[in-house]
């Protein structure tokens, strides 16, 4: 497809599955968790997800570049990633997944700040201001309905370092040499990089194991499979047509989506403010993705 503008029904569409998809993977990564310590699982997920994502490249005849910037860029990238997961991984064994989804999911505020210093036409205007806060503020008050709760301010650190390696990531893959390679290759590099450096430090992070079940087994492939073999390949080739910004603006749906899971799933209490929040959201990103 050739580069667009502007997310039209077919990317929004997308994106709106994607995000769901993540929403679910909190829910995901929190259970795991209990069966294998974070920064281990973390380093799984990328093991397992290598070897599928390898099968499909394979299958599909896709080559990794071996350049020495790709290389160079492909390593960094990867080790922005490895940080990434560490921080967001520890985050969800720390704190409530609403809480910590709301602030790792403010990544699009730091990538669309970035932008508009240094990614092409994607300069902030009013309108996409406006739309930011908005959706923001959606967030804010979905995570205000929650009663009880478990909090850290260590975890809500990590949440934030994790938005801001994720913005980072973006940035590395849009402004270097990344971008001309296919989103499989991207991942890929990332993959192998994290799956060296994660496995590398886990054993610093406490016990490897936590009495593991069938369902964190369950859980882990459906990160591996599901969520890094298939569903970030995706989001990456949408990064390749529309702005990067506006794809990120979608992840804004990701926590209120989390906060509804956690209801149906964790038997949590959803209130009113819940669909206030989705009004503002959806108002919020219809602003960030006005044509100018």
Known sequence: MERKTHIDAFGATSLILF????????????????????VFAAGLRSVIGLVFLGAWMWWRGIKLPMGRSYVVMGIVSGLVFSLEFILLYIS??????????????????????????????????????????????????ALSDRQGGHASLLGDLAALGAAMSWAAIVLVVRLGPMSRIKPEAQLMWQ?????????SVAPLFGALLRDPQAVHFAGLMFQAVGIVAMAYVF??????????????????????????????????????????????????????????
């Open 19 to 38: 995000a769901t998809l993540l929403a679910f993977n909190q829910v995901v990564i929190k259970v795991t968790n209990g069966g294998f310590g974070p």
């Open 92 to 141: 969800l064994d720390l704190t409530d997944v609403s809480r910590a989804s709301v602030i790792f999911y403010s990544m699009p505020v730091w990538l669309t700040l970035a932008g508009h210093f240094v990614l092409p036409g994607e300069h902030l205007n009013t309108s996409r201001t406006i739309g930011l806060c908005l959706a923001m503020g959606g967030v804010v008050v």
């Open 191 to 199: 993959l192998i990089v994290s799956a060296v450096v994660l496995m």
């Open 235 to 292: 989001w990456f080739w949408l990064m390749t047509i529309y702005p990067a910004s506006s794809v990120a603006s979608f992840s804004f749906l990701s926590p209120v989506f989390s906060v509804l899971f956690g209801w149906w799933l964790l038997g949590e209490t959803v209130g009113v403010q819940i669909w206030l929040a989705l009004a503002m959201v959806a108002v919020g990103i219809i602003l960030i993705n006005r044509r100018r």
